[in-house]
């Protein structure tokens, strides 16, 4: 028997047009020989869902159902493609645990705290073979902080707010006369913003997930970008950025970047697919870890579906084992 799903999109931030492009992914790749699918999209006014003939039908929040004329919909599941808040950071998470919902991502507490990029790198911090950029995180900023923060760390810099992704409102700083336009554009973005010293190195992001035999590490893809760093043009503009999937690593590199991510997934008790971004340092191969996102992008140009088929899979299966796991 066919489960009903309800694929979420839209959003609350700046990310919402690529929660939308995702969702147009995931929508065509869904198997509809085992799963009904109706697409909700989440604003901050409305959460509804849009018929074959154009019209809107509101979500009833009480038990995130739907009416559509006498006929109520109730969901199995849901599919999470809605990017930063509220689908990133728990807040959706939280609700549907509290409506009985199961779903395809982290639940609402991993979610929250891998949102903070901050709180993220204390957690992974001791995992064996990882290690974490210099950093400070900050909560206000001020007329000295450019200063108090070259106390401390090493130029070049990133800076970059400490909540979100798709490196909206980050920057690379190389000279102490741009950090604080740096940090102006990043507290734009948030309440809290990180600064890390550079790790100078190969570039690297890989998808991790949780199958039916556990978890499981995807091929890595290796970021070259004509860019400065991979920020948001080089996310999602096609040919700003060359991604190379399997990434350049010897066996030893491969063996030790699966064990490392993996052990990184299960501590932070992840579920569904994530994406770790890493860099080998040059000289050392040190695995630097960057970030996680817990709703990485399944766009026309994002990498999971890439690595998914490197993997020698089709995405509606890819899909289909996400929502079974999720399901069980």
């Given at each position: 028997?066919?489960?009903?799903?309800?694929?979420?999109?839209?959003?609350?931030?700046?990310?919402?047009?690529?929660s939308?492009?995702?969702?147009?992914v995931?929508?065509?790749?869904?198997?509809?020989e085992?799963?009904?699918?109706?697409?909700?999209?989440?604003?901050?006014?409305?959460?509804y869902?849009?018929?074959?003939?154009?019209?809107?039908?509101?979500?009833?929040?009480?038990?995130?159902?739907?009416?559509?004329?006498?006929?109520?919909?109730?969901?199995?599941?849901?599919?999470?493609?809605l990017?930063?808040?509220?689908?990133?950071?728990?807040?959706?998470?939280?609700?549907?645990d509290?409506?009985?919902?199961?779903?395809?991502?982290?639940?609402?507490?991993?979610?929250?705290?891998?949102?903070?990029?901050?709180?993220?790198?204390?957690?992974?911090?001791?995992v064996?073979?990882?290690h974490v950029?210099?950093?400070?995180?900050?909560f206000e900023?001020?007329?000295?902080?450019?200063?108090?923060?070259?106390?401390?760390?090493?130029?070049?810099?990133?800076?970059?707010?400490?909540?979100?992704?798709?490196?909206?409102?980050?920057?690379?700083?190389?000279?102490?006369?741009?950090?604080?336009?740096?940090?102006?554009?990043?507290?734009k973005?948030?309440?809290?913003?990180?600064?890390?010293?550079?790790?100078?190195?190969?570039?690297?992001?890989?998808?991790?997930?949780?199958?039916?035999?556990g978890?499981?590490?995807?091929?890595?893809?290796?970021?070259?970008?004509?860019?400065?760093?991979?920020?948001?043009?080089?996310?999602?503009?096609?040919?700003?950025?060359?991604?190379?999937?399997?990434?350049?690593?010897t066996?030893?590199?491969?063996?030790?970047?699966?064990?490392?991510v993996a052990?990184?997934?299960?501590?932070?008790?992840?579920?569904?697919?994530?994406?770790i971004?890493?860099?080998?340092?040059?000289?050392?191969?040190?695995?630097?870890?960057?970030?996680?996102?817990?709703?990485?992008?399944?766009?026309?140009?994002?990498?999971?579906?890439?690595?998914?088929?490197?993997?020698?899979?089709?995405?509606?299966?890819?899909?289909?084992?996400?929502?079974?796991?999720?399901?069980?």
């Open positions: 028997m066919k489960k009903t799903i309800a694929l979420v999109t839209g959003g609350f931030t700046g990310e919402s047009v690529i939308l492009k995702s969702a147009e995931i929508d065509s790749n869904i198997d509809r085992l799963f009904d699918v109706y697409k909700i999209i989440i604003t901050r006014e409305h959460w869902y849009v018929d074959e003939s154009g019209i809107k039908h509101v979500i009833d929040k009480n038990d995130f159902s739907l009416q559509i004329k006498d006929k109520k919909i109730t969901f199995d599941g849901v599919f999470i493609g990017h930063g808040s509220p689908g990133e950071d728990g807040k959706l998470q939280g609700y549907f509290m409506v009985g919902l199961p779903y395809t991502t982290c639940d609402a507490i991993t979610s929250a705290i891998t949102m903070n990029k901050g709180y993220t790198k204390a957690i992974v911090n001791g064996k073979d990882l950029a210099r950093s400070v995180q900050l900023n001020h007329e000295t902080l450019s200063a108090e923060i070259l106390q401390d760390l090493k130029l070049p810099l990133f800076v970059k707010p400490n909540n979100g992704g798709s490196s909206i409102g980050m920057s690379k700083v190389k000279t102490a006369e741009e950090l604080p336009e740096a940090l102006a554009k990043a507290f973005e948030d309440s809290q913003v990180l600064v890390e010293e550079f790790i100078k190195g190969r570039e690297f992001t890989v998808g991790v997930y949780k199958g039916k035999e978890i499981k590490v995807l091929p890595a893809t290796e970021i070259v970008t004509s860019k400065e760093f991979f920020d948001f043009e080089a996310k999602y503009t096609a040919g700003v950025t060359e991604e190379i999937t399997p990434g350049r690593m066996a030893d590199e491969l063996a030790r970047v699966e064990r490392v052990e990184a997934y299960r501590k932070l008790n992840c579920g569904g697919v994530v994406r971004d890493y860099i080998l340092e040059e000289g050392s191969d040190n695995f630097y870890f960057i970030e996680v996102n817990t709703v990485p992008g399944q766009t026309a140009t994002s990498l999971i579906p890439q690595q998914v088929q490197i993997a020698g899979r089709t995405i509606k299966d890819f899909y289909t084992e996400l929502l079974e796991v999720a399901l069980k």
